[in-house]
């Protein structure tokens, strides 16, 4: 399958990259269909992908793992949230939250209140409002990807 995207270009893509989200996400639930894009020619395993529409080429979302915005991150989510998306394991789960990035990039947020949650297995995802009150939905990134850039050994 071919489609075209605004930021990367046109794109071709089997069915096994398709992640289905039967309610949309927050503020494009008219959208059902997206795949995660990353750079690759680097070889390494990227910190920043993306979550692009294949219905609407606009839209891209800069996501990461949130392992790397905050190590303890542990969502609460309600279990029948999750239902939809099948048998979750430790060996198919995804989680993505969303990221912004402004102009001053020392003020790059995320989002630890809505993750995104994936079955990799059957290819399906949601968006969800965790219970934890500790999570905000404007959290500084900056620092973090920080440390991870002199742990690589990067300036």
């Known amino acids: 399958m071919r489609f075209m995207t605004k930021h990367f270009g046109e794109i071709e893509l089997g069915e096994e990259k398709i992640i289905n989200f039967d309610n949309g996400i927050m503020g494009f639930e008219d959208y059902k269909r997206y795949t995660i894009l990353f750079d690759i020619e680097s070889g390494e395993k990227p910190v920043i992908s993306w979550l692009q529409s294949i219905e609407e080429p606009g ?18 989510v309600e279990d029948e949230l999750l239902i939809s998306l099948g ?46 009150s500790d999570y905000p939905v404007k959290y500084n990134v900056y620092e973090s990807l920080e440390k991870i850039k002199k742990t690589k050994g990067e300036k």
């Open 87 to 132: 048998e979750l394991n430790d060996e198919n789960i995804i989680v993505l939250l969303s990221i912004t990035v402004p102009s001053d990039i020392t003020k790059m947020t995320s989002n630890l209140k809505a993750p995104f949650i994936i079955n990799s297995d059957t290819r399906k995802g949601c968006q969800v409002i965790v219970e934890n």
């Open 59 to 76: 839209l891209a979302i800069p996501v990461i793992n949130p392992l790397y915005v905050r190590e303890d991150y542990n969502p609460t």
